[in-house]
Structure formats: structure tokens, C-alpha cells
């Protein structure tokens, strides 16, 4: 408190310094006033204070909030407000079954997923790898791997199809889902996908996630007592990257 | 990020980068005897004589001619399409800390999109008590903050996981970029919203999402959002290239890059994640007995040799040697970094450049008289919460070989008595 009156005189002073020369100058350099021109007396005290306290309030930060930015309405919240959350949160009214699903993805999706959303060349698959996450290659797909019937639906309703994304209708995008959860044998061909079947649908790795428990699990990498000298006899090539030569070559050579 | 790094198709011919050609260096410059006169002294060079180019021959520059190989590249075999990929920071031609604009690695999910200043928005909206909407210009005059942050890919290194695979630093460590920020923190932005509706903070979220067409929704406890995340519109003095999400990208320090969302355009605060693509079915790492670890944000310490290594041969031959490299933690500082030449029997401490500072590259150097003997170079860092960067051995032993992300091991280049230098594993 203190500190911000003696600030608050300081700046007082020097914007009164400032404008005494001011006028000193503007004194000498204005035309002169015309005749008839009334001078009204000033309380020319009182005034440079006025101009003083709005200086300092100018430089003053502001506490609190900046009144910056407009409401949002409810209409624009609507449009980007679109994530589906695990427990249905946002999942919009509509239908559609893995038959209707099938043609949509044979038209929009398969030209990188497959006709059976096995995935082409090096794209997605999305389908398949059921109980591989523990073998040397797991194949992770939506039905083998993604935990979750909301993130597939969230992401093929907002990302996908991958170049024309947001172009699918919510039913389109029921149906496709449907396809993708036919193609992992999860539902059969007639399940109506819906915001009501929607937890009829079991996810096989909705428990093949842990919190990171990195600390407790790699506790052993906090460790102040590194060797330093001696710490091993003998050191051997096990791996050389020449071997398995994956390296982009250099365009200059 | 790459979706799937086990499906490797290899590329014809080794890449060496010219370490053969350039051999021990007998010719190349710097290298003549005392007797002979240099003709670049002793001659009149043109350059001496004629004029160069006036202040109004580049508004805007590029590097030189001569330095037009330090460029980002690519891994063909790693992505479907360029559109939705990777490419790699060319850090074994860089030095210091900070990562130019123009050579920091890309990574997009549907592809570089313009997005102009005027068309810009950014939505605050959910649990707050009233939800916003910003232009750019809004975002300016809010008070700023300026820090420097290395932002990195989870899945830096991840090719490395089942063995040594790509020869050069850039492809091994260079999903990796060290910027300069300008921005507003976006605790600011949460206020100005007001958060009293979201109730108790603990346990609260935001979800963050981009303008572009993939969107990259991420899941962010209100803790690290209220801390020290950034919405930034200013790297290295200018403003972000389109590359990183101009012209308004979210800085997480010291979490996976992911989370770094490019062209910011929502924010919502919510009472649990999202659990969205981007942080379930990817950015998940995967241990050996097919449980998965999610959320896995922060950028364990990690450090590598930058010079000499595979694109950075020794081309002087014996003699002074400068050893450098870069160390990073995402959890704090670097406080030191060990170098071995011997494959891990001996270590000695690094010179820092610098001090190092909090989830920002720190620059490390080892000034060597080097006698022409095979090298096993590693490098070890320490950051201020005492963890120590682990082995591959050591990484494997937890995490197995299909983690793809997280792989912050010690990388071993062997340096052959010729100079040349190749991504070896060792025992």
C-alpha cells in the first residue's frame, strides 16, 4: 500500500514536471488568441491532478479479470463442442447398423483401411489383433487395442474421413462405427448401433490400461550413485544400425 | 505418433553422409602444412574485390547456400503419407540451444493448414462461468510471458526400441525442437472465464483441440494447465511458422509434444478426460505383457551426442576434439551430463554451456585430444529430481520392445578409427 502512494506521488510529479514544460513551450509557440476570445480563469492545480491520477491509473496492472474477449453463443458451443467422453457425454441422438456402415466405408474409408478395415499399405488396420498386445508384433486395432466405443466414434465423427473430416451425418457416423465394430466380431450384423446400444457394446481391452506408474515401477532411475569408473570389463558390438540399413539415403549423394 | 513402426520396409543403400568420403580429413581445409602459402591469403579473392549483395536482395533470409543440407528430412517407410507424419530436426548440424523456425521438426496429423489471424478463434468453454470466445488480437492484450521450452515427440528415439535401426542423430533423437515462446498463460485465459462453476479444481481436466481437420483433441489435468501451459503466438522472436500451428499453439513444458496443440482453437474445462484417439489408441505405451501405460505426459531426462555421430563424422583426424550434445528433462532441469568414450567402463563429467534450465535443451560439450582410437561414445543425464537416464538394457528390462514412445535410453555411437561413426547396440 505504501509503496504504490509513493509510487503514485512519484509519477504525480513527474507528469506535473512534464506538463509545466509543456506549457512553458506551448506558451511561446501558439498563435496569440484572437481579441475577442474569453480567457476563463483555471484552477490550474486541481486539473494537473486529475491528469496525473489518470496517468497512474493507466499504468496500474489490472487486478482480476481483463473484460476481454465476447460470450460464446450457444449456437458456435454447439458447432466445436463435439467430444464424446467414455461415459456417452456428447454422443448425439441417431442410429445406424454395420449393413448401412458397410457401404459408407467401402465408399469413404476403405480407400486406406480396406475393404475390411484391415488397413492398406501402411495405414491404419482396424480390425483384427484380438489378444496380440503381448506378442512380439501386437496389432492394434479398434477392436484389439482402443478402450474405449466413445473415442471411435468422437474420432471418426470429428477427424475422419481422413482429407474431407466433419463430413459424415451423426447416423453415417453410428453405421460406421457399427461396420468397424462388425469388422472385430464384436457385434453381430443386425445390432443397431445407437446412443442407446451404445454400452450394449463390449470394448475387449477396456482394462488393458494403467495409470503411468513410472514413478514406482522405474523408481531404481532415480539414482544419485552412478558408476563412474570401472563399471564394466568388457564392451561388445551387439547391433549395428549399417547392418539393418533403414536409414533415408541423403538426396546430395 | 508413426502408427506403426514394426512395419518397416528398408531403403536400398546405407546412408553415411559422406563420412567415407570425407575420410581422415587429409585434404579438406584447415589441414595444410605451415609451409605451404595459402592462396586463399596470399591470393586476391573475388569476394575481396567485387561488392555483395545491397540490404535489399533478401527481405527475408534463408542460410546460405553452403549450409543448404541442414534441413528437416523425413523417413519414408515410417508413415502412410507425408500429410499425416513426422519429419526430424537437423540436430547434428546444430549447435547451442535454440532451434531455428525453419529446421524444427513437423509433425501433423491432417497436414500444415493456413489459418489467418483475422479467421482465428479461440473458444473457452464448458465448466466455466462464462464461456468466451477470442480473436487474436484479444489474445495480445493480455499480459505475456516469455520462456524458452524444448517440445518433444513421445515418440522421439521410438524406432530404436527392438535395436540400433536409423544411422543419424537427426533420426534417431531429432523429433526434437528448443524454442523461445511468447505467449499468454493460459491460467489467464481460465480466469478471465472463471472456473468458480467447475466446483473443486482437483480432479478437474481441460480438453484442448486444433483448428485443423484432425483436430488432435488431448485430455489435461487442471493442475498443469493452471501451472505452466502456454498459449503461445510468438517462437524465437517472430511468429510461429504455419508449420507449428499459426498463429496460436499451445506450449505444454515438458510433456509429450502431442499435447502441444497446434492452431488452438478450443479449451474445455470438464470433469474428466476425453480419452480421445490421440490418448488411448495412440500415445499409450504398451509394456511385454500387453498392458498399457497411458497417460504418460511428461518427457523422461534424456540426452545425446550430437557431434561427432553418423552425419557428423570426424573429418580432422587425431588431435582436438570437440564432443557435443544436448540434454533435456521434462521434469525440471539438466544438472549434469556424463560422457563415456569407452562404451560405459569409464565416465567423466561434461562442461554445461549453460546453466541448465527448467524442461529447455541444455548444451553440453567434452573437449578431447582424440588419438585416433575406436570411441563408444554415450551420454548420461541427471536432471534436479535425481532420476539418471537409463540404458536400453535397463529400459527393456521394465518396458519391453513395444512401448514405441518414451524411449529415452543412452544412445551409443561407435566412432571408427577412421572417423566414420555408425548407431551401434553394446553389451
Known amino acids: ?253 | 505418433m508413426a502408427d506403426n513402426f514394426s512395419d518397416k520396409k528398408p531403403s536400398r543403400r546405407q546412408f553415411l553422409a559422406g563420412a567415407a568420403a570425407l575420410g581422415t580429413g587429409a585434404t579438406t581445409a584447415g589441414s595444410l602444412s605451415a609451409s605451404d602459402d595459402d592462396p586463399l591469403i596470399t591470393e586476391v579473392q573475388e569476394w575481396a574485390q567485387i561488392t555483395g549483395d545491397g540490404v535489399d536482395a533478401t527481405p527475408y533470409g534463408l542460410p546460405i547456400e553452403f549450409e543448404k543440407d541442414v534441413v528437416r528430412r523425413n523417413v519414408g517407410w515410417l508413415t502412410a503419407d507425408t500429410i499425416s507424419s513426422i519429419n526430424f530436426s537437423p540436430i547434428h548440424a546444430l549447435d547451442g540451444t535454440i532451434t531455428p523456425q525453419g529446421c524444427a521438426f513437423e509433425r501433423h496429423h491432417s497436414g500444415a493448414i493456413e489459418l489467418r489471424k483475422e479467421d482465428y478463434r479461440l473458444m473457452i468453454n464448458g465448466l466455466v462461468d462464462q464461456e468466451l470466445v477470442f480473436t487474436y488480437e484479444d489474445l495480445e492484450r493480455f499480459p505475456r510471458e516469455q520462456h524458452v521450452y524444448f517440445c518433444e515427440c513421445a515418440a522421439n528415439t521410438g524406432m530404436e526400441w527392438a535395436g540400433a535401426q536409423l544411422n543419424g542423430v537427426q533420426f534417431t533423437h531429432g523429433m526434437i525442437h528448443n524454442m523461445e515462446y511468447v505467449g499468454v498463460p493460459l491460467r489467464t485465459l481460465l480466469n478471465e472465464a472463471g472456473l468458480n462453476a467447475a466446483g473443486d479444481l482437483k480432479g478437474k481436466w481441460i480438453f484442448v483441440e486444433g483448428a485443423d481437420a484432425s483436430s488432435n483433441g488431448r485430455s489435461i489435468p487442471m493442475e498443469k494447465a493452471l501451472d505452466d501451459v502456454l498459449v503461445a503466438f510468438k517462437a524465437n522472436g517472430e511468429a510461429l511458422r504455419k508449420e507449428h500451428g499459426y498463429p496460436v499453439r499451445l506450449v505444454v513444458p515438458g510433456w509429450e509434444g502431442n499435447m502441444w496443440v497446434k492452431w488452438l482453437r478450443r479449451v474445455e474445462v470438464m470433469d474428466a478426460p476425453v480419452e480421445s484417439r490421440e490418448e488411448t489408441s495412440k500415445y499409450t505405451d504398451t509394456l511385454a505383457d500387453g498392458i498399457s501405460r497411458k497417460w504418460t505426459w511428461a518427457m523422461d531426462a534424456k540426452s545425446v551426442v550430437t557431434s561427432p555421430s553418423p552425419q557428423s563424422p570426424i573429418s580432422h583426424g587425431k588431435g582436438p576434439l570437440v564432443i557435443s550434445g544436448l540434454a533435456w528433462s521434462g521434469r525440471g532441469a539438466v544438472t549434469r551430463v556424463d560422457i563415456t568414450i569407452d562404451g560405459g567402463k569409464n565416465w567423466h563429467e561434461a562442461r554445461l554451456a549453460q546453466p541448465g534450465t527448467k524442461m529447455a535443451l541444455t548444451r553440453f560439450y567434452l573437449d578431447v585430444e582424440w588419438n585416433g582410437v575406436e570411441m563408444f561414445l554415450q551420454s548420461r543425464a541427471h536432471d534436479e529430481t535425481g532420476y539418471v537416464q537409463p540404458s536400453k538394457e535397463e529400459l527393456r528390462k521394465v518396458r519391453g520392445l513395444n512401448s514405441i514412445y518414451h524411449n529415452n535410453c543412452i544412445q551409443t555411437w561407435w566412432i571408427k578409427s577412421n572417423g566414420e561413426v555408425e548407431n551401434v547396440e553394446i553389451s
Open chain 1, 1 to 253: 500500500m505504501l509503496k504504490s502512494r509513493e509510487l503514485f506521488m512519484i509519477s504525480s510529479a513527474c507528469v506535473f514536471g512534464i506538463l509545466l514544460v509543456a506549457i512553458n513551450f506551448a506558451d511561446r509557440f501558439v498563435t496569440q488568441l484572437p481579441e475577442n476570445a474569453k480567457i476563463v480563469p483555471m484552477d490550474l492545480d486541481s486539473e494537473f491532478k486529475l491528469i496525473a491520477a489518470a496517468y497512474a491509473s493507466v499504468v496500474a496492472p489490472r487486478v482480476g479479470k481483463f473484460d476481454l474477449g465476447r460470450a460464446a453463443t450457444k449456437k458456435e458451443v454447439a458447432a466445436w463442442n463435439r467430444d464424446i467422453s467414455p461415459d456417452g457425454t456428447g454422443l448425439p441422438v441417431g442410429s445406424g447398423d454395420a449393413i448401412d456402415g458397410e457401404e459408407i466405408f467401402s465408399e469413404r474409408c476403405a480407400f486406406c483401411h480396406g475393404d475390411f478395415a484391415e488397413g492398406l499399405d501402411n495405414w491404419p488396420e482396424l480390425a483384427g489383433g484380438l489378444d496380440t498386445l503381448a506378442d512380439e508384433d501386437p496389432v492394434k486395432t479398434v477392436g484389439s487395442y482402443w478402450p474405449y466405443l466413445s473415442t471411435t466414434w468422437d474420432y471418426v465423427k470429428r477427424s475422419m474421413p481422413f482429407g474431407y473430416a466433419q463430413s459424415l451425418t451423426d447416423d453415417e457416423v453410428y453405421a460406421t462405427v457399427a461396420y468397424i465394430l462388425y469388422s472385430n466380431d464384436l457385434i453381430d450384423e443386425d445390432f443397431v448401433l445407437s446412443n442407446e446400444s451404445f454400452f450394449d457394446v463390449e470394448m475387449p481391452n477396456t482394462n488393458g490400461f494403467i495409470i503411468d506408474d513410472r514413478k514406482i515401477a522405474e523408481s531404481h532411475f532415480w539414482n544419485k550413485n552412478v558408476c563412474m569408473s570401472d563399471c564394466k570389463n568388457e564392451v561388445k558390438i551387439i547391433m549395428r544400425a549399417a547392418v539393418l540399413d533403414v536409414t533415408p539415403e541423403d538426396e546430395e549423394s
